[in-house]
């Protein structure tokens, strides 16, 4: 008798992503944080129960994971692996239509900065890899990038201080290259990057936008990271 052919299971997961209530919901997720049911109901236009249902789907496939608080469900995408699957995807969909595509005026807040999983995207994600390179304040190191003297002394000016980064282990790398879904050039992903974005947001420099993954600079954010990115305000 002969054996089954195996079976792999990207096909099984490519079923659970081609569903475009089930890429709504997951875009949405793309901002890091988590999200209640009703949240990504209304962000995938569906009602509560559908988006249940695709809730479930997405929890198998282990694309997602559920952290109960209280009375409440509350969901994430599952790790950062999940997240740079997604947006590769959306690189390789987008690719024949980019220009149009993010020429669109609806776009343009996204373009400009967005969140990816915790850390800084769009225009001024890749203009804060550039500049951190350029003002060496990181440096490569083995597969990514370490922290410089320089850059410890900066990210005190902005009153971040170097030791709330943690020690990276080999699951939660300081900083390395992330392919930014809309600039087709690098951002950083990293613990470094979620910790500056994280002390941006705190600071009020950076604030979200309700219900969307853009975030706006705000005039005391131009201000205050002027410095550190001289372009930003002709981005």
Same mark, same amino acid.
């Given at each position: ?28 997720? /793309?901002?890091?944080?988590?999200? !209640?049911?009703?949240?990504? =109901?209304? %962000? ?5 129960? $559908? #988006? @249940? +249902? ?73 203009? /804060?890899?550039?500049?951190?390179? !350029?003002?060496?304040?990181? =440096?490569? %190191? ?5 922290? $410089? #003297? @320089? +850059? ?84």
């Amino acid at each position: 008798m002969t054996a089954a052919p195996f079976e792999p299971r990207l096909a099984s997961l490519a079923a659970v992503l081609a569903d475009a209530t089930r890429a709504r919901m997951l875009s949405y997720l /793309l901002s890091g944080e988590y999200a !209640s049911a009703g949240e990504l =109901a209304r %962000a995938a236009s569906v009602t509560a129960a $559908t #988006a @249940s +249902g695709h809730l479930v789907k997405m929890l198998d496939a282990q694309l997602v994971v559920c952290e109960q608080r209280g009375r409440h469900r509350y969901y994430r995408l599952a790790d950062d692996e999940v997240a740079h699957a997604l947006e590769a995807m959306a690189l390789i969909a987008e690719r024949r239509s980019h220009e149009a595509s993010w020429a669109n005026p609806t776009r343009t807040r996204l373009r400009f900065a967005r969140c990816c999983y915790g850390h800084l995207a769009g225009q001024l994600g890749v203009e /804060l890899f550039s500049q951190l390179l !350029s003002k060496e304040w990181i =440096a490569p %190191a083995g597969e990514g990038y370490g922290l $410089t #003297a @320089s +850059g410890r002394a900066g990210l005190a000016e902005l009153g971040l201080l170097a030791d709330a980064l943690g020690t990276p282990s080999s699951g939660r790398r300081l900083a390395y290259r992330c392919l930014d879904w809309s600039e087709r050039r690098d951002h950083l992903a990293g613990t470094l990057p979620k910790a500056l974005l994280a002390h941006c947001l705190q600071q009020g420099w950076l604030r979200r936008l309700e219900g969307e993954r853009a975030l706006a600079l705000t005039p005391p954010g131009r201000q205050r990271l002027a410095t550190l990115l001289p372009s930003v305000n002709t981005l």
